[in-house]
């Protein structure tokens, strides 16, 4: 027979109404309650437990990230934006998304900071 495990320790915070219906809400559309939920999300800092989902839509916007600020720096220089140009942005971008995402979770877990700032 497995043991459940005996939780001695408490943690707590205090919130506005508005706060703590959003909370029950949050909970509740997850199934459980509000103390397992605040639990699981309390303890879910750790890279492997962002979802795939939060990792492709950083990947995602990471790329538009590039792709736009390279292209304001080829426009603000006066180069012309050519099909061609547009396509190496994106498969530049596409290339570096996934590993680039990775990073900022990680400096988001660990509390650093992402040290590239441009683009690129």
Do not use: F
Request: charged letters at 30%; hydrophobic letters at 40%.
């Amino acid at each position: 027979m497995v043991r459940a495990v005996l939780r001695t320790k408490s943690v707590t915070t205090k919130v506005t109404e508005a706060e703590y219906v959003r909370l029950e809400e949050l909970a509740q559309v997850t199934g459980v309650n509000m103390s397992e939920w605040m639990r699981g999300r309390l303890l879910s800092r750790d890279i492997g437990e962002h979802g795939e989902e939060t990792k492709t839509v950083l990947a995602e916007v990471l790329a538009l990230r590039a792709i736009l600020i390279n292209l304001l720096y080829s426009l603000s220089n006066d180069q012309p934006v050519t099909a061609e140009s547009m396509k190496e942005l994106i498969a530049r971008a596409d290339e570096t998304k996934a590993n680039r995402a990775m990073e900022c979770l990680v400096a988001l877990v660990s509390g650093r900071s992402t040290d590239k700032q441009n683009g690129s």
